[in-house]
């Protein structure tokens, strides 16, 4: 069973900040690569930045200066800092393994809302 648990989504203003945070179980965690995921009203879901368990980081180029991605191996959680968001940011934020570790529900946590809006 997949436990997953996102945190820190909100409202903010364009150019404003947030920091998501993402608890995983120990056993899922591992030394997988984490990623973040998003996906906004009508769209796919999207990979945004992942990391390896050694901390080597690789981001779409649309957040490429603005978003930080880190983990935590201790606490099996990973972080993403996103800075300068502007209104296309906004979606709905998940983390999983990369590749995710399936496609159905039950492979996902519940994700973060963010939205980035005047």
């Known amino acids: 069973q997949v436990q997953l648990v996102e945190s820190g989504g909100g409202l903010v203003q364009p150019g404003g900040s947030l920091r998501l945070s993402c608890a995983a179980s120990?056993?899922?965690?591992?030394?997988?690569?984490m990623a973040w995921y998003r996906q906004a009203p009508g769209k796919q879901r999207e990979l945004v930045a992942r990391?390896?368990?050694?901390?080597?980081?690789n981001y779409i180029d649309s957040v490429k200066g603005r978003f930080a991605i880190s983990r935590d191996n201790a606490k099996s959680t990973v972080y993403l800092q996103m800075n300068s968001l502007k209104p296309e940011d906004t979606a709905v934020y998940y983390c999983?393994?990369?590749?995710?570790?399936?496609?159905?529900?039950?492979?996902w946590g519940q994700g973060t809302q963010v939205t980035v809006s005047s």
């Open positions: 990391i390896t368990s050694l901390g080597s980081t």
């Open positions: 999983n393994t990369f590749p995710p570790a399936g496609d159905l529900p039950h492979y």
């Open positions: 120990r056993s899922f965690f591992g030394f997988n690569t």
